[in-house]
């Protein structure tokens, strides 16, 4: 038993203990400033301590029996202190203060098996959630059943359908997986949930950027065509509709280059100067619309469906596997030329599913990176188009003035950037 305690001191069972003892202060100092709570900052520290040393002499006994009766007496003691508070514990029913003294028992425990990295991670993470139990209150009262619907559709999407779904190839070309296709629909889906929830929160009458940006998280093209209408039916917004279509249709460029540096690394030498070029030549004639327009307060929230509905993930999904097989059998057959095709087309609806299948495509050798950034490129400028076509017929000729040079300056900048980088 001598040997065993020696080892750990070797192994820095000192340092071990320090590091229980900051995670006790960490928790306990946002403790102390609860009035209500009956562990404060040297009970917290206390614990942390004593989850480590029961960590050691469970090691030494070679009995695991010793930590759970520990955390047992643990328990027992933080129950008893509020049992016993009298009238000041009415005030606070003690739940989140034991659930708390527990975990901080755990995360000493988790510092003497060497997994202080994680224990401190989860400390901070449970002090941020002890510290801001207003805003988070404030948060949930916020959120709608819709809401609550679209976390948990996602919630089933990510965590229950994703790792049901078989990891290999069914098709000759080795381009329908399953599990890929569902990974790059939860992707998607998490990118708009993001934008969604983030655009639900924020409320109407805030930053005229803001909502822009989080339409275009959600749907660029869906953004474009609510606020084509409400340029129609108020001529006097137009300014600020055009505004939002602008950042909107300017934020896909950095949603692209993000899913391109998530699922295919190595296309981003090529890809990030295409989108760049576009991204300064857009941003050149959106940043004073924005500060002229900034100060409005008539600014409206457009109404966006649910982005992690079923119907909608399984329409993504079943769209983003036939552009992957077609581009795979073009590609084959046309070569880049019929994965140019598929991304005109595609492009009139949605660039995300193109891009994926281009990125896919690049990552299992079928085309290289600069075919699969003229591939993106090229959805962009055609979803442009679309736009184009939607604010002349849906928002009017004088909507379309307002834009057009603004939408086609990112295009023209990554026509520019293909013909220099692809």
Same mark, same amino acid.
């Given at each position: 038993?001598?040997?065993?305690?020696?080892?750990?001191?070797?192994?820095?069972?000192?340092?071990?203990?320090?590091?229980?003892?900051?995670?006790?202060?960490?928790?306990?100092?946002?403790?102390?400033?609860?009035?209500?709570?009956?562990?404060?900052?040297?009970?917290?520290?206390?614990?942390?301590?004593?989850?480590?040393?029961?960590?050691?002499?469970?090691?030494?006994?070679?009995?695991?029996?010793?930590?759970?009766?520990?955390?047992?007496?643990?328990?027992?003691?933080?129950?008893?202190?509020?049992?016993?508070?009298?009238?000041?514990?009415?005030?606070?029913?003690?739940?989140?203060?034991?659930?708390?003294?527990?975990?901080?028992?755990?995360?000493?425990?988790?510092?003497?098996?060497?997994?202080?990295?994680?224990?401190?991670?989860?400390?901070?993470?449970?002090?941020?959630?002890?510290?801001?139990?207003?805003?988070?209150?404030?948060?949930?009262?916020?959120?709608?059943?819709?809401?609550? #619907?679209?976390?948990?559709?996602?919630?089933?999407?990510?965590?229950?359908?994703?790792?049901?779904?078989?990891?290999?190839?069914?098709?000759?070309?080795?381009?329908?997986?399953?599990?890929?296709?569902?990974?790059?629909?939860?992707?998607?889906? !998490?990118?708009?949930?993001?934008?969604?929830?983030?655009?639900?929160?924020?409320?109407?009458?805030?930053?005229?950027?803001?909502?822009?940006?989080?339409?275009?998280?959600?749907?660029?093209?869906?953004?474009?065509?609510?606020?084509?209408?409400?340029?129609?039916?108020?001529?006097?917004?137009?300014?600020?509709?055009?505004?939002?279509?602008?950042?909107?249709?300017?934020?896909?460029?950095?949603?692209?280059?993000?899913?391109?540096?998530?699922?295919?690394?190595?296309?981003?030498?090529?890809?990030?100067?295409?989108?760049?070029?576009?991204?300064?030549?857009?941003?050149?004639?959106?940043?004073?619309?924005?500060?002229?327009?900034?100060?409005?307060?008539?600014?409206?929230?457009?109404?966006?469906?649910?982005?992690?509905?079923?119907?909608?993930?399984?329409?993504?999904?079943?769209?983003?596997?036939?552009?992957?097989?077609? #581009?795979?059998?073009?590609?084959?057959?046309?070569?880049?030329?019929?994965?140019?095709?598929?991304?005109?087309?595609?492009?009139?609806?949605?660039?995300?599913?193109?891009?994926?299948?281009?990125?896919?495509?690049?990552?299992?050798?079928?085309?290289?990176?600069?075919?699969?950034?003229?591939?993106?490129?090229?959805?962009?400028?055609?979803?442009?188009?679309?736009?184009?076509?939607?604010?002349?017929?849906?928002?009017?000729?004088?909507?379309?003035?307002?834009?057009?040079?603004?939408?086609?300056?990112?295009?023209?900048?990554?026509?520019? !950037?293909?013909?220099?980088?692809?």
């Amino acid at each position: 038993m001598d040997e065993i305690f020696l080892n750990s001191e070797a192994l820095g069972a000192p340092l071990k203990f320090l590091t229980s003892l900051a995670i006790g202060l960490l928790l306990g100092l946002q403790r102390e400033r609860t009035p209500s709570a009956k562990a404060g900052l040297r009970t917290f520290a206390l614990v942390a301590l004593f989850g480590t040393a029961s960590g050691l002499i469970a090691d030494a006994a070679e009995s695991a029996w010793i930590i759970a009766a520990s955390l047992a007496l643990v328990g027992l003691m933080i129950i008893a202190a509020y049992r016993h508070g009298g009238e000041r514990a009415e005030a606070d029913s003690g739940t989140t203060t034991v659930i708390a003294v527990l975990l901080c028992f755990g995360l000493g425990v988790m510092v003497w098996y060497d997994r202080s990295q994680l224990a401190v991670a989860v400390a901070i993470v449970a002090t941020v959630l002890l510290q801001f139990k207003t805003e988070l209150h404030g948060f949930s009262e916020r959120l709608s059943q819709q809401d609550l #619907a679209s976390i948990l559709q996602f919630a089933v999407l990510t965590f229950i359908v994703l790792p049901l779904l078989p990891d290999k190839g069914f098709d000759p070309y080795r381009v329908l997986n399953p599990y890929h296709i569902w990974l790059m629909v939860v992707l998607v889906s !998490g990118v708009s949930l993001t934008g969604y929830m983030a655009l639900r929160l924020i409320g109407t009458g805030r930053s005229l950027a803001l909502v822009g940006a989080l339409g275009g998280l959600v749907s660029s093209t869906a953004t474009t065509l609510v606020y084509a209408r409400q340029g129609r039916a108020h001529p006097a917004t137009i300014p600020i509709a055009g505004a939002v279509v602008e950042t909107a249709n300017l934020v896909v460029l950095a949603r692209l280059a993000v899913m391109g540096a998530v699922v295919a690394p190595s296309a981003l030498p090529v890809l990030l100067p295409v989108l760049a070029s576009g991204l300064v030549l857009g941003l050149a004639p959106l940043v004073p619309r924005l500060r002229s327009v900034m100060a409005t307060s008539e600014l409206k929230v457009p109404e966006l469906d649910n982005p992690t509905n079923l119907r909608v993930a399984l329409g993504f999904g079943a769209l983003y596997a036939l552009i992957l097989f077609g #581009a795979a059998w073009l590609s084959e057959r046309a070569g880049s030329h019929g994965l140019y095709a598929i991304a005109v087309a595609s492009g009139f609806a949605d660039v995300d599913a193109i891009t994926l299948s281009s990125l896919n495509l690049l990552n299992s050798g079928t085309v290289s990176a600069a075919v699969a950034a003229t591939a993106v490129g090229i959805a962009f400028v055609s979803n442009v188009a679309v736009k184009l076509g939607v604010l002349l017929f849906v928002g009017g000729r004088e909507l379309l003035r307002e834009c057009a040079v603004a939408l086609l300056a990112p295009a023209a900048g990554i026509v520019a !950037g293909l013909l220099l980088f692809a």
